[in-house]
């Protein structure tokens, strides 16, 4: 539970201090993207099939697809009214910059509200991997650590372009942080003595949450910078890496 909270801490201290450039930011979401796709596919797909309740796992995956999309398309509806809102402001004759800061200071209350749920998924997955064993529970914890420090790494920026200040956008990060702790500690908690057919339902849940990550989030962040083979080979590099984490550690 610590190292995901640790790891808001530094990527916001991180991009405090230094923020990475684009190409860097662009390697470390394939690699994230490789890690977390490893983890879905080597840890808990498997672990999903063994325990053979093809209904709860269906309702399991269905409801947290649509709680991802729901929120995709939240966040695209609160950018969607922030650059309505300029325009508008554009008939009134405000200059570009004025526009920029109009237009970002509609995007935290959603971005923020999908990140903390995105963070508390992806505790609840943490304290699922501590109910099915030690392998499961490191693969897990590193693919989120690795996923949660991009976010801190990014979040400071888009807090900073909404007119807060630093100290205030790390201490944001860092709540934002402990919110997979609540939710590691409320899944483990809460799962503990969960049925078969609870557990299905819980994995296939998270396993949904994982692939809208990578598929629509780490690789379409990633891809707006240009593409070569140094990045996409982070994204092998990264999956990998965990696959081999997994061998060395069953």
């Known amino acids: 539970m610590s190292f995901p909270v640790a790891a808001a801490v530094i990527g916001s201290i991180i991009a405090l201090v230094r923020p990475p450039g684009p190409r860097v930011v662009s390697g470390i979401q394939h690699f994230a993207a490789g890690v977390v796709l490893a983890a879905l596919v080597g840890e808990i797909m498997p672990e999903l099939q063994a325990e053979h309740q093809l209904v709860w796992a269906i309702g399991g995956f269905a409801a947290g697809a649509l709680l991802v999309l729901a929120l995709g398309a939240y966040g695209r509806k609160t950018e969607a009214e922030a650059e309505a809102a300029a325009h508008r402001e554009a008939g009134h004759g405000l200059r570009v910059k004025s526009l920029t800061k109009v237009a970002t200071q509609a995007l935290p209350i959603g971005m923020l509200a999908a990140m903390a749920i995105d963070l508390l998924l992806d505790g609840v997955l943490i304290g699922v991997g501590a109910r099915l064993g030690f392998t499961q529970a490191l693969v897990l914890t590193i693919a989120l650590t690795l996923e949660i420090l991009f976010l801190g790494l990014s979040l400071m920026g888009e ?43 819980v994995l296939a849940f998270g396993a949904a949450a994982l692939l809208y990550l990578v598929v629509e989030e780490l690789l379409v962040e990633a891809h707006e910078e240009k593409e070569s083979v140094g990045l996409g080979a982070m994204f092998f590099l990264g999956f990998l890496a965990v696959y081999i984490l997994g061998a060395v550690a069953a």
Not at 159 to 169: E, H, P, Y
Not at 187 to 199: C, F, K, Y
Request: overall charge neutral; charged content about 15%.
């Open 159 to 201: 807090l900073t372009d909404a007119g807060l200040s630093k100290v205030r956008a790390g201490l944001v990060s860092v709540v934002l942080g402990l919110v997979t702790a609540v939710g590691a500690v409320g899944g483990a908690a809460l799962l503990r003595d969960a049925s078969e057919q609870v557990m299905s339902a």
